[in-house]
């Protein structure tokens, strides 16, 4: 059963950082798309960041230069670097794999094949 399992979350004032990490169990990353996507109470679902199956990563326009994805491959594990957080970065994240990446733009009516609960970014001004 595939299982995806995010931490790392927490509370940082404006300009602070974080970095989550995402923990895949029962299946390989190399072989799906994945990412983070965020929602914030009242607004939309939208993809932060991903990595795809050929290496090349993706970021929302919002989080270039700010964010930093990555993984481990070896640990089966899923990072994000969050640099510079602002008060509009506040959101539960969640962690996502899917063999495609049409996800990526599904996010306001659909979720992908696997997703995690989340874990919480609260950033304070």
């Known amino acids: 059963q595939v299982q995806l399992v995010e931490s790392g979350g927490g509370s940082v004032q404006s300009g602070g950082s974080l970095r989550l990490s995402c923990a895949g169990f029962g299946y390989t990353y190399r072989r799906y798309s994945v990412g983070w996507f965020r929602q914030a109470p009242g607004k939309e679902r939208g993809g932060v960041a991903r990595?795809?199956?050929?290496?090349?990563?993706i970021y929302a326009d919002s989080v270039k230069g700010r964010f930093i994805v990555s993984q481990d491959n070896a640990k089966n594990t899923l990072y994000l670097q969050m640099n510079s957080l602002r008060p509009e970065d506040m959101a539960m994240y969640h962690c996502?794999?899917?063999?495609?990446?049409?996800?990526?733009?599904?996010?306001?009516?659909?979720?992908?094949?696997?997703w995690g609960r989340g874990t919480q970014v609260t950033v304070s001004p």
């Open positions: 996502a794999a899917d063999p495609g990446t049409k996800w990526w733009v599904l996010l306001y009516r659909a979720l992908p094949q696997y």
């Open positions: 990595i795809d199956t050929d290496g090349r990563t």
